[in-house]
């Protein structure tokens, strides 16, 4: 009789295990396969071109500690290093740009829908090879905004991206104007609170600056919690700006060499892909991390309807 039962359930989601038997056949073949090699690869010294030779925990050791015969990699510490500074910089940047911008678009204005698909351009184009290049001609010694800067003040400004104490700023700046898709988290969370908080706060005397503290703020901090945990793993990502902008080397003095910049570069242009697959597993492991921290320390900060 139970086989009898179980035969009917699975027959009649027969369609659905066959809709999903190509996700799956993806997942497999295309992800977790991947990932468990990269694993194993991890623990040996591969350079594509010969078989893999297990190695242990030597590509860690030489990331954190190395010794005489095995010399830490101060590069590694190096990309991580600039890769938390872009991280911690970037994002709550580009979390308050675009929560201003979205109480912006969620006034009562013609045209908005306009202003809003404009203000949605930037993150559509931002993450391409092209705007990279923009980027970097607008930023170089000669470029667009030191023109600017040097006919209207008469100073004569840094060659940006030729500067390690500048370039960095470059690619945060890039990763701010890239505010799009938060900016719609947010207006679409700002359309959900109920209009009759302001007016009752507006009675009682509170002026907008206090409305926001007391009313956005709190009704926001789901959204803000998601749109925190989304852009930090997507910014620890970070590649195609750094690669573009300082031409593949992370230059100038490695100022601009993330980490995920630093992997591509030891995995197919020293080939050292064991190294690289150790490097993947360390940057999953940071991004695990602060996501589980940032969950754990939510729960004060994150009001939700029902609280």
């Known amino acids: 009789m139970q086989q009898r039962d179980w035969g009917k359930v699975i027959k009649g989601n027969l369609s659905s295990y066959v809709f999903l038997l190509p ?38 050791f030489v990331m954190f500690v190395g010794n005489a015969d095995y010399p830490k990699d101060t590069r590694f510490l190096n990309s991580l290093l600039v890769t938390f500074k872009f991280v911690f910089v ?29 203000y949605y351009i930037p993150t559509l184009l931002g993450g391409s090879v092209a705007i990279a290049v923009l980027w970097r001609r607008l930023f170089a010694a000669d470029g667009i905004v030191n ?57 009682d005397g509170a002026g907008k600056v206090r409305q926001f503290f007391s009313i956005t703020l709190p009704s926001l901090s789901p959204i803000i919690f998601f749109n925190l945990v989304m852009q930090m793993i997507s910014a620890f990502q970070s590649f195609t700006q750094a690669f573009i902008v300082s031409g593949g080397t992370g230059g100038p003095i490695d100022s ?30 940071i991004i695990a991390i602060l996501t589980g921290l940032t969950f754990k320390f939510s729960g004060s900060l994150v009001s939700y309807g029902g609280d």
């Open 23 to 60: 996700w799956l056949i993806g997942f497999f073949v295309l992800t977790f396969y991947p990932m468990i090699y990269s694993l194993y690869l991890s623990f040996t010294q591969y350079n594509v071109l010969q078989p893999p030779k297990w190695i242990g925990m030597r590509n860690f």
């Open 90 to 118: 970037s994002v709550p940047l580009k979390l308050a740009f675009a929560l201003m911008v979205a109480m912006l678009m969620n006034q009562k204005l013609k045209l908005i829908s306009f202003y809003r698909t404009i």
């Open 147 to 203: 023109n600017i800067l040097h006919a209207a003040f008469g100073v004569n400004p840094p060659a940006w991206i030729s500067d390690p104490s500048y370039a960095l700023s470059t690619l945060i700046l890039l990763a701010v104007w890239q505010f799009g898709s938060p900016m719609i988290i947010f207006l679409a969370g700002l359309k959900q609170i109920p209009n009759e908080y302001y007016e009752a706060a507006s009675v």
């Open 256 to 285: 601009t060499m993330f980490y995920s910049l630093y992997l591509y570069l030891k995995g197919f242009a020293f080939y050292e892909m064991g190294y690289a697959s150790a490097m993947a597993w360390i940057l999953l492991l």
